[in-house]
């Protein structure tokens, strides 16, 4: 059943150990760095309980992530909950329940990409039995899949188990980059980048709760804590979803947490061969896409309180923008309507393949052009602010802020807010980690750049061109028709 917001933040305060600054953070929903990061979460939670919302959100009681969608109408439906969760953030918070929530579907679709002929281990009920704990609980499930540079024997630094005991595993080594795995029930632990295939020592996957001891988290700096309030930076201070290295300390891992053990094969598998990271990006695409709709409404916003809303290379640049947000909503309709049915499957289908691939590439390139398009639309202003609203409220210097910051027809707070806002999103450095997370948040380009290889249309390409060959040989040197 779903939880509320208050349920979600009670789980929270569980003695999960998170580090930040030389600090062992007692409890992250109450202190500075990640209280209102911890808060913007439970409000989503809390969406579920809006009556207008909880048929779009909700299937039989639980998120629409975890139903194994089964056609391209259950594709359509996922993809109206994803956006409902997304726009509560603006697009700024990537790491939502429904995005792992989406993964764990996509591993019950196929719990037989869990065993390989690599190893005796069997994942596939483990994956069924992690999937319907996260629905039944609607838990938040961080993930780390990226291991630390690191050698080999003593100098190790990647997850490997160092024990095996009665019940389970003793797992020890570092994984990055933990995004909202402080704010997370659980957090999963794999490798997206295929291993060698003699390398059964680092191929494994679990899934333990955060408060698992042994299990810390190095926070990343706080933008949250240094932000100086809501007005001056509207979403650092409130959706600074946070970025954690976890290290395991000899964790002990029970079997039916273990999800794949000593097989590089299904370790990789449960990746590429079930639905999961189609599905992943399914719910990311979406939220990109929601991402763009946000920013292009504030670079119309920028332009109309500069007055030059009317300017031609203006509109241009604003009608450039809008092509970037139908560019990134195409990806999203397409990836449905070239839906599959998923091979060996329990019956479900996935998003299409090459469109979804093809996203990571579009959207990795396209954020960062997006950015400095706008950046380009609002000039020095986004610069020339005042340190904080305190400057307006102050009885002295407010009536001249007041006066020399207002445009005709805007008040100096109301366009104030507005820059500010954009600066948050365009140049602070919460905005500079959020072009670093679409390029990487979900595994580096020569990653998804080689599924591509794989799932885009090579032999069609390849045709064409050879037909073009194929119309002419050397005995038409000397012809031009
Ligand atoms: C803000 C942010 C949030 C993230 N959140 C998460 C998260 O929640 N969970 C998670 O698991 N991961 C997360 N990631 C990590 C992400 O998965 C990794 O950054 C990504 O997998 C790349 O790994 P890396 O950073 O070690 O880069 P590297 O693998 O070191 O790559 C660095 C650069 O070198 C290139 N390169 C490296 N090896 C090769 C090669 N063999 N061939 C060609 N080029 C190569 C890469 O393409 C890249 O451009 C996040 C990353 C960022 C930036």
Request: charged content about 20%.
């Given at each position: 059943m779903t939880r509320s917001g208050q349920e979600y933040l009670a789980a929270l305060r569980d003695g999960r150990e998170v580090w930040l600054d030389g600090e062992r953070v007692r409890d992250v929903t109450a202190h500075p760095a990640f209280r209102s990061a911890a808060a913007s979460f439970a409000r989503l939670y809390e969406l579920a309980a809006d009556p207008a919302l909880r048929p779009v959100l909700t299937q039989g009681g639980v998120h629409r992530a975890y139903a194994v969608p089964r056609s391209y109408e259950d594709l359509v439906a996922r993809r109206h909950a994803y956006k409902a969760g997304a726009e509560a953030g603006f697009g700024f918070?990537?790491?939502?329940?429904d995005y792992m929530a989406s993964g764990a579907a996509g591993f019950a679709a196929l719990p037989g990409a869990f065993a390989a002929e690599d190893s005796d281990f069997d994942g596939g009920e483990h994956a069924l039995a992690f999937h319907r704990r996260l629905a039944e609980g609607d838990l938040h499930c961080a993930f780390t899949l990226t291991d630390p540079p690191s050698g080999t024997g003593e100098d190790d630094l990647r997850i490997r188990a160092v024990q095996e005991r009665d019940g389970g595993i003793v797992v020890r080594g570092a994984k990055s980059v933990g995004t909202g795995a402080v704010f997370a029930d659980e957090i999963l632990v794999g490798t997206i980048e295929p291993l060698a295939a003699?390398?059964?020592?680092?191929?494994l996957s679990f899934a333990v709760p955060v408060?698992?001891?042994?299990l810390k988290l190095i926070s990343r700096s706080s933008y949250e804590q240094r932000a100086r309030s809501v007005y001056d930076q509207p979403l650092s201070s409130r959706y600074d979803e946070n970025d954690a290295l976890l290290v395991c300390e000899d964790v002990f891992v029970p079997w039916e947490r273990v999800?794949?053990?000593?097989?590089p094969a299904a370790t990789a598998a449960m990746w590429w061969r079930t639905p999961a990271y189609l599905h992943l990006t399914h719910q990311s695409a979406t939220r990109f896409w929601t991402k763009l709709e946000f920013l292009t409404g504030l670079a119309i916003l920028v332009a109309r309180s500069h007055g030059t809303e009317q300017v031609p290379a203006v509109t241009q640049a604003i009608g450039r923008l809008l092509g970037a947000v139908a560019q990134a909503k195409a990806f999203v309709l397409a990836a449905e309507a070239s839906w599959e049915e998923v091979d060996g499957g329990r019956g479900g289908v996935r998003p299409g393949q090459e469109i979804s691939f093809a996203q990571r590439i579009m959207a990795g390139e396209l954020y960062p052009r997006v950015v400095q398009d706008i950046k380009l639309l609002a000039g020095g202003a986004l610069i020339q602010l005042?340190?904080?609203g305190r400057d307006l409220l102050h009885p002295e210097l407010g009536p001249l802020v007041h006066q020399y910051f207002r445009t005709p027809g805007e008040p100096a707070e109301d366009r104030i807010k507005l820059l500010k806002l954009a600066w948050d999103a365009l140049g602070s450095e919460f905005a500079g980690r959020h072009e670093q997370y679409e390029r990487?948040?979900?595994?580096?380009p020569h990653v998804y750049l080689t599924m591509q290889t794989r799932a885009g249309a090579a032999d069609a390409c390849e045709a064409l061109a050879r037909a073009c060959l194929d119309g002419y040989d050397l005995g038409t040197t000397g012809r031009t028709g």
């Open positions: 918070l990537g790491r939502t329940p003699d390398d059964a020592e680092h191929a408060d698992t001891p042994g999800l794949t053990y000593r097989s005042p340190a904080s990487f948040y979900q595994g580096a």
